[in-house]
């Protein structure tokens, strides 16, 4: 069965995943800036 | 997963425009502009896992307004409603407000999940000198909710502290 957990190997990588997930909201507002971009044209 | 705004207008207190499948625009009677939606998380489950997000665009600050939660309600039921999945959040803290929007997001959630036989989990973690606050919501009948209850709480409870890079 296939895992649907992402599995970290050591405190580095755990700490890197939580950081990408702080960094999602900015890139989410950023996807969501030029989305907005492209419907005002 | 699609989340359509024309079927949320026909009961959402304020108008949402469409900004992507799963992201939308309000603005409320106190002329504050708000983006709601949801980011496909990779981070703690390959699939069926989205962060939840909501912005204050203008970082506008206004009296309490109760319609905000009746918006997020219709969005997370219509989120649910569509297949098995999860929604995580962490509360912004970059300006410092972060404790008062995870008593606003318990207060938000918290009735959300009492009344829609839904499990809300929240802790805070330490990171970088930060304190930040996380959870996550999902509903009773999820085929897999205790691992994924279980496999959340130890995501959070393995986050370092301290933050070192790793050595290329």
Redesign the interface.
């Known amino acids: 069965m296939k895992?649907?957990?992402?599995r970290?190997n050591s405190?580095?990588e755990?700490?890197?995943?939580?950081?990408?997930?702080?960094d999602?909201?900015g890139?989410?507002?950023e996807?969501?800036r030029q989305?907005?971009a492209q419907?005002a044209l | 997963m699609m989340l359509s705004a024309d079927k949320l207008n026909k009961k959402s207190p304020y108008q949402l425009t469409q900004?992507?499948d799963m992201?939308f625009?309000f603005v409320t009677d106190q002329h504050i502009s708000y983006?709601v939606?949801f980011?496909k998380?990779?981070?703690?489950?390959?699939?069926?896992s989205y962060?939840f997000?909501i912005?204050n665009a203008d970082k506008e600050h206004g009296a309490y307004d109760p319609k905000i939660f009746d918006v997020i309600t219709l969005v997370l039921e219509e989120f649910f409603s569509q297949e098995p999945t999860v929604m995580?959040y962490?509360c912004?803290p970059t300006d410092q407000r972060q404790a008062a929007r995870d008593r606003l997001y318990h207060l938000w959630f918290y009735d959300y999940a009492r009344n829609h036989e839904m499990t809300l989990y929240s802790d805070s973690?330490t990171?970088k000198d930060t304190k930040?606050y996380?959870g996550i919501l999902l509903r009773h009948d999820h085929p897999?909710h205790d691992?994924?209850l279980t496999?959340y709480q130890k995501?959070l409870r393995?986050?370092?502290e301290r933050?070192?890079l790793?050595e290329k």
């Open positions: 895992d649907v957990f992402i970290y405190p580095e755990y700490a890197e995943a939580f950081q990408q997930m702080i999602a909201r890139k989410w507002r996807q969501i989305q907005e419907m | 900004i992507n992201a625009r983006i939606g980011y998380d990779s981070f703690f489950m390959g699939d069926g962060l997000f912005d995580l962490i912004d973690v990171f930040y996380a897999l691992k994924i496999s995501f393995r986050v370092p933050y070192k790793r």
